[in-house]
């Protein structure tokens, strides 16, 4: 694509930048005044969008409404949590009855006993849950049951793989690639990480035999490396590659657990990890969701009774509380029962890749990708299959953010800005759907004809 392109992707951009900002002022005095509070003047650096961060103030089923008032139709939901909607009559109910019991107790639940039984039910083929706050916590417990199961230190990542925060994972997420993603860190935590990349059988199969590591971690499907998923047969090798060697295969399912299925990506493709990671959707809803799910063989490392060493550390002042516990149990009885749902839906998404990929054609290709209720949107000359390609296959640098900008005054709203992530809900429609193709079909029009 010559400059003249990208010329009129910024003159069209500087347009829908002057609109953005007439619509959301109050946004923009928020983010001025919060800025100076709070640095970035949002909690999640992926949250702060261009020219300046949306605020939202009310949530509705499959919508959400900003502090000056425009509705979107949302295809972030609450950061993936909430597959049923963001407003589940039932949820509030459960709310209402938690509530009236006491949503924290600081003790062992009665219902922690029914909410493990819920998970379990959805992985059939796990033998023993562990709860933490979030995905990240849960990771950094499972780090430590594969070291202390193995007594081995490496770890290996997928490049663009991300499991949250921790130090030790926080490393090669963002092409080019250039390590650990924070300042602050200690290379104790960062130097046992090994990156490969997904999707490429030969590059795990070196990163084994020459560093022998603990465990593979990775998500299944990637989630913020660009909703890219294992070409066929993939998924299968690493487990077999990984049995092999003597490698721990560790799925991280926090995006992707009851989303692809209700038992996640265990079962959408038949493929069982050692350990599962949960959040999110998880958590049915509540601020507080993760989980570690595992063979007995491997979990017993977290139990002081049969564990003959020092046990690994999992917990947290609101860990297994009654509001997670209740809503979780709750969100996951539903889902198992849902099957015919998700089918719905991902029909809805696999129509929507049709008509996205159809809409794009050949001068301004898209490709749509993913599995199931995990979408992407690349604006690349060819299919990625991992997020190198996602980046350097891109025919523009700067369409990824015209195009949220464009769809985002015409009341579409996902993340991220640089690559467009689509986390439906089984409440999303064709309808839905159909609005991302109508806004991009008028992008792309106005970008030939200007
Ligand atoms: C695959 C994956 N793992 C881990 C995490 C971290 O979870 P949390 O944000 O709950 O700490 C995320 C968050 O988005 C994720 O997508």
């Not at 990637?222 to 890219?228: F, H, R």
């Not at 992707?256 to 069982?272: D, K, Q, S």
């Not at 009885?333 to 129509?351: F, N």
């Not at 992530?421 to 030939?448: K, M």
Request: hydrophobic residues 35%; proline residues 4%; aromatic residues 10%.
């Amino acid at each position: 694509m010559g400059a003249s392109l990208e010329k009129r992707i910024e003159r069209l951009t500087r347009r829908e930048e002057e609109t953005y900002r007439s619509r959301t002022r109050a946004s923009l005095e928020k983010y001025t005044r919060l800025s100076r509070r709070m640095p970035e003047g949002v909690n999640y650096r992926i949250r702060r969008l261009r020219p300046h961060p949306l605020y939202i103030a009310e949530a509705r089923d499959v919508r959400v409404r900003d502090v000056d008032g425009n509705w979107y139709v949302d295809y972030w939901m609450g950061h993936g949590a909430h597959i049923m909607g963001h407003t589940p009559r039932w949820l509030g109910e459960v709310v209402g009855e938690v509530y009236s019991r006491g949503y924290h107790f600081g003790y062992p639940s009665s219902l922690l006993e029914d909410y493990v039984d819920a998970i379990l039910r959805a992985y059939p083929s796990m033998d023993a849950v562990k709860l933490t706050n979030t995905g990240t916590d849960a990771n950094n417990a499972v780090m430590r049951a594969v070291r202390a199961y193995t007594g081995r230190e490496k770890i290996v990542k997928m490049k663009g793989g991300w499991h949250g925060g921790s130090e030790a994972l926080i490393v090669d997420v963002h092409p080019p690639y250039r390590g650990v993603e924070t300042a602050g860190t200690v290379d104790c935590c960062v130097s046992s990480t090994i990156t490969v990349e997904y999707n490429d059988l030969e590059a795990l199969e070196r990163a084994l035999k020459e560093h022998r590591p603990a465990a593979v971690i990775m998500e299944p499907v990637l989630g913020a490396g660009g909703a890219i998923g294992p070409r066929p047969g993939y998924l299968r090798e690493v487990r077999r590659l990984t049995e092999e060697h003597g490698v721990l295969l560790v799925f991280d399912e926090v995006i992707t657990g009851f989303r692809l299925a209700p038992g996640g990506a265990v079962e959408f493709y038949g493929v069982e990890p050692d350990l599962v990671i949960l959040g999110k959707i998880v958590g049915g809803g509540s601020p507080s969701a993760g989980a570690v799910l595992g063979k007995w063989e491997y979990m017993k490392c977290f139990d002081t009774g049969s564990w003959s060493g020092t046990p690994c550390f999992v917990g947290g002042t609101f860990s297994g509380n009654n509001l997670t516990l209740a809503l979780g149990r709750e969100m996951i009885t539903r889902l198992l029962g849902m099957r015919g749902e998700y089918e719905r839906a991902r029909e809805v998404w696999r129509e929507f890749a049709r008509e996205a990929e159809r809409t794009c054609g050949e001068e301004t290709p898209c490709h749509v990708t993913g599995d199931s209720l995990l979408v992407g949107l690349h604006f690349t000359r060819r299919r990625p299959w991992n997020p190198t390609e996602a980046h350097e296959l891109r025919w523009s640098r700067e369409f990824n953010y015209l195009h949220h900008l464009y769809q985002r005054n015409r009341g579409a709203l996902y993340l991220t800005e640089d690559t467009a992530h689509f986390l439906p809900s089984l409440l999303h429609s064709r309808e839905h759907a159909r609005l991302i193709v109508s806004n991009l079909e008028e992008l792309l029009g106005e970008l030939v004809r200007s």
